[in-house]
């Protein structure tokens, strides 16, 4: 066990320990660590997702400091992009990349419109697999061999006319 290992273990017996002596629930730790340091984004993402955004978000990474943005992954394997933009009116400006396009989501159309490219992401959007060489795999009854007729027929020789004698 590491250090930090240690420490974090200490730590959950300690607000376990607390709750317990004090009557209050242990709360449950976020699935999703990165929303608890983005107060705002955690409220950006219940608004797009209309509170049900767990079972549909797999990660959510952040992946550039200034603008802050981050990567969220979705169970399909597809991804969208929101930045954070700093503060406007006392709210937080935030810009979702759905699908190559950008909505503001200060604005109630732009933030509708970002739910139905989310839901066409999820709706759409297949992980990539990988065609599968098939080369090697014996012609069965069912694929036959490549036949003769099939393949292009060879081009007949051509005589070669017999030279005149140069004059």
Not at 26 to 43: G, M, Q, R, T, Y
Not at 145 to 156: L, N, V, Y
């Amino acid at each position: 066990m590491t250090k930090s290992e240690l420490i974090s273990k200490i730590k959950t017996l300690a607000k376990q320990a607390y709750a317990a002596k004090t009557g209050q629930p242990v709360p449950e730790p976020n699935k999703f660590p990165i929303l608890d340091k983005f107060d705002s984004l955690n409220a950006i993402m219940n608004d797009l997702f209309d509170f049900q955004y767990e079972p549909f978000v797999v990660d959510i990474q952040w992946i550039a400091p200034k603008p802050s943005t981050f990567r969220i992954k979705l169970v399909n394997e597809g991804h969208f992009y929101i930045s954070y933009h700093g503060q406007t009116n006392g709210k937080g400006l935030y810009v979702a990349q759905v699908e190559g396009k950008r909505y503001f989501l200060e604005s109630l159309a732009d933030q509708q419109r970002a739910s139905e490219s989310i839901a066409r992401l999820l709706k759409y959007a297949k992980p990539f697999v990988e065609k599968e060489d098939l080369s090697d795999i014996e012609p069965t009854a069912e694929t036959p061999p490549e036949s003769p007729a099939a393949t292009s027929p060879e081009a007949p020789e051509l005589e070669t006319p017999p030279e005149s004698p140069a004059a």
